[in-house]
């Protein structure tokens, strides 16, 4: 059956050109020295390296459909390392979130005649601008160009001839506006930062992400997948389901301890001078830096829930 996008609730987004945005000073490594590593996932479908969050590209007749870009500068060595994979242009871009590790190459790859797909929630992100929830600095609006301009709510398909990608939104989890992308045939599921492989996520409260969303995505993944699945993660190597499972039981744990303490009366400072998450840490964290931005949006997102669910109450 051929469906529409249109049938299943894509939207275009049309109007007047949104405000013209400050170009962003690129963050990140020294993008000249990067390599872009593709590796093969069977089916015509590729994990791709390089800076940023980590690419999936599906192959069909007639196009590609790819997921992530990650930093504008990358935009030449992935479009050169897709270029090698197949002489098809990429059809449609997926946004898994909006932060700019995963949509720098948003604009780039629209001039190359692309068109960016994303959840509703997340394209606002970008037209609006945001808080960074590690920096806090403000994130200006991007290019009007670089706006998703498909849009979704809870699910849409995405179709190249002879390739499906199904997307479904896992609310509240690493943000407000998160896409997880599934790829039946070849068995692959692209998470965003909804899951990092081998270390700790951000969480991105100032931006509509939980960890009881997190978890929940989680669980989600383990119901859609099997033991044989490639799990593409936001950041850090190919995982599979049972890398998925001790991803979510971290969080889980991380979580009730943090919970536990709060409830105890212990004040933020008292927790974080504890060390609840030390032997996390050891396997999660990859500096210290790392292992203090957890505890802080652990701490800042359970509080959070515990004081929903109390006024829930009242
Ligand atoms: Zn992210």
Not at 64 to 87: N, R
Not at 136 to 146: E, G, L, S
Request: proline share 5%; glycine share 10%.
């Amino acid at each position: 059956m051929n469906r529409s996008l249109m049938a299943l609730g894509l939207v275009v987004l049309g109007g007047p050109a949104f405000a013209q945005a400050q170009p962003t000073p690129p963050v990140g490594p020294d993008f000249s020295k990067i390599e872009v590593k593709t590796i093969e996932l069977g089916k015509d479908t590729y994990m791709l390296e390089g800076a940023g969050g980590n690419v999936t590209v599906a192959v069909g007749k007639d196009g590609i459909i790819m997921v992530d870009g990650q930093f504008a500068p990358m935009h030449d060595k992935l479009k050169a390392a897709i270029a090698k994979i197949s002489p098809l242009p990429i059809k449609y871009l997926v946004n898994t979130h909006h932060h700019g590790d995963h949509t720098g190459g948003n604009a780039a790859f629209v001039a190359d005649g692309a068109t960016v797909v994303g959840q509703t929630n997340e394209a606002n992100f970008l037209k609006a601008g945001t808080t960074s929830n590690t920096t806090m600095q403000k994130v200006p609006p991007v290019d009007a160009a670089a706006v998703p301009k498909m849009t979704y709510e809870k699910r849409a398909r995405l179709e190249v001839k002879g390739r499906t990608a199904q997307l479904t939104h896992p609310l509240s989890s690493h943000t407000g506006g998160d896409t997880y992308v599934y790829f039946k045939d070849a068995n692959v599921l692209s998470t965003g930062d909804t899951f990092t492989n081998g270390r700790y996520p951000n969480i991105d409260y100032l931006n509509g992400g939980s960890i009881n969303g997190m978890i929940e995505a989680n669980t989600a993944y383990l119901a859609l997948s099997t033991e044989k699945t490639k799990i593409v993660p936001g950041h850090g190597p190919l995982g599979t389901r049972a890398d998925v499972r001790n991803f979510r039981l971290m969080l889980e744990t991380a979580r009730d301890r943090m919970a536990k303490l709060i409830k105890d009366g212990k004040s933020e400072q008292e927790i974080y001078d504890a060390k609840p998450f030390a032997d996390l840490d050891a396997k999660w964290a990859p500096n210290e830096q790392a292992g203090k931005n957890f505890m802080r949006v652990v701490y800042t997102s359970v509080k959070e829930s515990m004081t929903k669910k109390k006024s829930a109450k009242n």
